[in-house]
C-alpha cells in the first residue's frame, strides 16, 4: 500500500507549512522514512530523513533548519513541518518508505516506494 500525502498548498515566502503522511499500517514502525521533492522540471531530490525509531533525522543543506521531519508510530504518520519556505521549495512533495536505509546517505529509494504527492507552491 503506498503512503498517502496531504497539507500542500500555497503560501507567501517566509511562511509555513505542515504536510503528512499516512503510511501503510503493516510496515510503518519497521522503516526509515524519508521526504522527496520534484520541482517543476526537474529531477527529484531527497529531502530528508528520519529512522524507525524517530530518534534520528538527516536533512539536505538546502533546507537545513528550515524543516523538521518526525512521525508517530502510533498514529503511522510521518510529517514534514516546513518554514520559512523560499520559492525554490516550490515542488510537489512524496513521502517514501525506505526499507534499505538510503535516508542515511541523502539517497531517496526507488519512486515505486513513494506515494502520489502533495504539491507546494511558494510563491508571492
Known amino acids: 500500500v503506498q503512503p498517502v500525502e496531504s497539507g500542500g498548498g500555497m503560501v507567501q515566502p517566509g511562511g509555513s507549512l505542515r504536510l503528512s503522511c499516512a503510511a501503510s499500517?503493516?510496515?510503518?514502525?519497521?522503516?526509515?522514512m524519508s521526504w522527496v521533492r520534484r520541482p517543476p522540471g526537474k529531477e527529484p531530490e531527497w529531502v530528508a530523513g528520519?529512522?524507525?525509531?524517530?530518534?534520528?533525522?538527516v536533512y539536505a543543506d538546502s533546507v537545513k533548519g528550515r524543516f523538521t521531519i518526525s512521525r508517530d508510530t502510533a498514529k503511522n504518520e510521518l510529517y514534514l513541518q516546513m518554514s520559512n519556505l523560499k520559492p525554490e521549495d516550490t515542488a510537489r512533495y512524496f513521502c517514501a518508505q525506505d526499507p534499505f536505509e538510503y535516508w542515511r546517505r541523502g539517497l531517496f529509494p526507488p519512486d515505486a516506494y513513494w506515494g502520489q504527492g502533495t504539491e507546494v507552491i511558494v510563491s508571492s
Open positions: 528520519i529512522n524507525a525509531g524517530g530518534d534520528t533525522t
Open positions: 499500517v503493516l510496515s510503518f514502525d519497521h522503516y526509515g
